[in-house]
Nanobody, 127 residues
């Protein structure tokens, strides 16, 4: 069982930066690939970024590539999402998720690859 708690969301102006954190419980954090997803009002949840359990591989949605960076600290059982050059269209509730799958990164970009989800943190980017 893994419990996930996100933090770090808030209100920021366009062009600004935020760093989201996701703290996990459980003893085998490094066994889980971690993903970030987001859901804007009236829209479906969409993939943002994913990182392997070892931290050696990452994969990003085209919409955030070059602006967002996912990282993890297995000793602290945490995963992070550094978001730069934020745009109003980045406004959403951001969720972290943990998945035990060892599928390829294209599979890890799908919600069904994840077994556990956090409650989400709101990110609002003003224009």
């Amino acid at each position: 069982q893994v419990q996930l708690v996100e933090s770090g969301g808030g209100l920021v102006q366009a062009g600004g930066s935020l760093r989201l954190s996701c703290a996990a419980s459980g003893r085998t954090f490094s066994n889980y690939g971690m993903g970030w997803f987001r859901q804007a009002p009236g829209k479906e949840r969409e993939f943002v970024a994913t990182i392997r359990g070892s931290g050696t591989s990452t994969y990003y949605a085209d919409s955030v590539k070059g602006r967002f960076t996912v990282s993890r600290d297995n000793a602290k059982k945490s995963v992070y999402l550094a978001m730069n050059s934020l745009k109003p269209e980045d406004t959403a509730v951001y969720f972290c998720a943990a998945g035990a799958s060892t599928g390829n990164m294209y599979y890890m970009a799908q919600s069904r690859a994840y077994d556990y989800w956090g409650q989400g943190t709101q990110v609002t980017v003003s224009s």
